[in-house]
T-cell receptor
């Protein structure tokens, strides 16, 4: 149980275009999902917290107009990178909160974005 | 703010060697502590966790004890296997704004186990 999927697993796009990444909780409902960015040989950096039916909460320094997050249902959150530039190339990882007292997060496999 | 510091890698060991990966933290509240593992090409998986001082988390032969006095949560395994080769992340969870529990990660330690 507690499986989280991401689609696509990798994507290459041209500079100036927009890319949408989907995060789905396959066998549980997730009121809260998180989006992280991971640079090579670096830690995961939390970008934003997404609550179903409400606006996402962005971490300091993350441009909300560039990284659009939508959490339209209890099993789906999307991250759209708008007007992508080469510096947006990274590994994007989502997680879904599974509930319970500890509110354990279950992670997706990640999406590799390359902007040319 | 909260932070996690873990030993930098890479760590290279021979099979059946003893493993220690150090992790220390700073937090304003009483966090829960975690070790996550990321195998090549896969997402993060929870390896073990501890929710309060002196708790010991264990899984797959790995152990870590929540030491509040030293603010540490070191990961240990008595005999590593080639299949343990992965990146290991130490993390803490503290209640952020509102009701969301935010994870703060260390930078990760790459472990390579040679046969």
């Amino acid at each position: 149980g507690a499986v989280v999927s991401q689609h696509p697993s990798w994507v290459i796009c041209k500079s100036g275009t927009s890319v949408k990444i989907e995060c789905r909780s396959l066998d549980f409902q997730a009121t809260t999902m998180f989006w992280y960015r991971q640079f090579p040989k670096q830690s995961l950096m939390l970008m934003a917290t997404s609550n179903e039916g409400s606006k996402a909460t962005y971490e300091q320094g993350v441009e909300k107009d560039k990284f659009l997050i939508n959490h339209a249902s209890l099993t789906l959150s999307t991250l759209t990178v708008t007007s992508a530039h080469p510096e947006d190339s990274s590994f994007y990882i989502c997680s879904a909160e599974g509930g319970g007292d500890l509110r354990e997060q279950y992670f997706g496999p990640g999406t590799r974005l390359t902007v040319t | 703010g909260d932070s996690v510091t873990q030993m930098e890698g890479p760590v290279t060991l021979s099979e059946e060697a003893f493993l220690t990966i150090n992790c220390t933290y700073t937090a304003t509240g009483y966090p829960s502590l975690f070790w996550y593992v990321q195998y090549p090409g896969e997402g993060l998986q929870l390896l073990l966790k501890a929710t309060k001082a002196d708790d010991k988390g264990s899984n797959k032969g790995f152990e870590a004890t929540y030491r509040k006095e030293t603010t540490s949560f070191h990961l240990e395994k008595g005999s590593v296997q080639v299949s343990d080769s992965a990146v290991y992340f130490c993390a803490l969870s503290d209640q952020g704004g509102g009701s969301n529990y935010k994870l703060t990660f260390g930078k990760g330690t790459l472990l390579t186990v040679n046969p």
